[in-house]
């Protein structure tokens, strides 16, 4: 700061700096560009420890190099014109040369006869520090919306979509303005997907990988993961949601292929080796909840090696694939069948007696006799199957011992001239005509 310049300038009566010492704002009155007046809070922004580091300096001292220009052009207009100046903001340095940035308005006054200004001010340091904080933050947050391929999204207490990353287009084709506004779970093809993630995130207070579908633009439906947290208002109850979900629609279709591959057979499509016994594990479980009658029968191709043999093992699959299809078309829902290897297979027939497995046994040996399979276009072969059943028992704790069941019958099956159903014990034995 510049030397103190010994020129005389008017002074204010006690009461008038009482008056203004009391202000809970910042005032200051110049002369001439010469400060007559500084009251505490103004001192205090100035970082003042004695008056005279402010009082009888030009106001000039103070003012940042780069605002000079625009804050002198208002005192002028002031001084000529009898005007209150509007509020604005520049930079100031204070006795410890800190840039301040304050918030100022002025109006003209007459001091002993002299036209000076009194002006009034306010501390904008912080808040401008604040407010580019803020900026910052939201330039770095618009960047981040983006950029990412993920879609941000936040819902209110209704459900009603109040924000959307502009990626969403990318995934689902509609554009930002045509989703905000909008209930969320308008774009679900399935309510009851939403009920279930709001249920969620409203017992644990967030969600991650949460598995959910959407329906794009065009109709079709993509599987996504959900990472959600609860928004709640100043009384801590539930305002909506914030957070982002991603299209995993490529993740889960190789997921199910994955799961596809380790639970079918290759060759038939039906359920593999692996499969059918977990299957037959379960449906112990449950017939020794509920003792429902089911019945659990192997199914083997007759003079399966003939064909090999004679047609080669093309012809053999060939076979096999045609059979499966054959049983299947006799089958419930309810029913599973499955492929325990080579020409071996399982048939599962739950909630379904002796009498009724029998019946559903002997059209499937009559449909697949009746139904040759074509080798080539020369080439036609016939095809019969032997079947061993038997009935779960209540006593029954593993799948191996009713395997051996209906294995020991389909043996029966066999010697008895196969192409029949043969039960474990002969509660019944029906052939083919």
Excluded at 4 to 23: K, R
Excluded at 369 to 393: E, H, K, W, Y
């Amino acid at each position: 700061m510049g030397e103190i310049i010994p020129t005389p300038i008017p002074s204010l009566t006690p009461e008038e700096c009482a008056a203004f010492d009391s202000l809970p704002t910042a005032v200051v009155i110049f002369v001439a560009d010469l400060i007559l007046y500084a009251n505490p809070v103004a001192l205090g922004i100035f970082e003042a420890d004695h008056p005279k580091r402010v009082l009888g300096h030009s106001v000039h001292e103070f003012i940042y190099p780069l605002d000079q220009e625009r804050v002198v052009a208002r005192i002028r207009r002031a001084e000529a014109g009898n005007v209150i100046n509007p509020p604005t903001e520049f930079r100031i340095y204070t006795q410890r040369h800190q840039v301040r940035v304050i918030a100022l308005t002025s109006r003209t006054v007459r001091v002993e006869g002299q036209i000076g200004l009194i002006a009034t001010f306010l501390d904008m340091t912080e808040r401008c520090a604040m407010e580019e904080r803020l900026r910052q933050s939201d330039e770095q947050f618009q960047h981040l919306m983006h950029t990412m391929q993920d879609v941000f999204y936040r819902t209110d207490v209704e459900g009603i979509t109040r924000y959307v990353s502009p990626s969403v287009v990318n995934v689902l084709g509609y554009q930002q303005s045509e989703i905000v506004g909008q209930l969320a779970s308008a774009f679900y093809p399935d309510q009851t997907d939403r009920d279930a993630l709001i249920e969620t995130i409203k017992k644990q207070g967030y969600v991650r990988d949460f598995p959910g579908q959407m329906r794009c633009r065009d109709g079709r439906i993509i599987d996504i993961s959900i990472s959600s947290t609860i928004l709640l208002d100043e009384t801590g109850q539930y305002a909506g949601l914030e957070g982002i979900w991603r299209d995993i629609t490529q993740r889960r279709q190789l997921e199910r292929k994955l799961e596809q591959l380790a639970s079918r057979d290759e060759l038939t499509g039906i359920s593999n080796r692996r499969y059918s016994l977990e299957e037959l594990d379960k449906r112990i479980s449950r017939h020794q909840r509920h003792g429902r009658d089911t019945a659990v029968c192997i199914l083997d191709l007759d003079h399966f090696k003939r064909i090999n043999d004679q047609h080669g093992h093309l012809a053999g699959d060939q076979v096999l694939r045609e059979f499966a299809h054959v049983v299947q078309s006799e089958l419930r829902n309810t029913d599973h069948f499955g492929r325990l290897g080579g020409e071996e297979f399982l048939l599962i027939c739950e909630d379904s007696s002796a009498t009724n497995t029998s019946l559903l046994a002997q059209r499937i040996l009559e449909k697949v006799a009746s139904n040759p399979v074509r080798i080539n276009p020369q080439t036609i072969t016939q095809v019969t199957v032997s079947i061993g059943a038997t009935l779960m028992d209540t006593n029954d704790e593993s799948g191996s011992t009713i395997l051996s069941r209906a294995d020991e019958a389909l043996y029966r099956a066999k010697t008895a001239g196969r192409n029949r159903i043969c039960w474990f014990q002969e509660i019944a034995t029906l052939s083919a005509p």
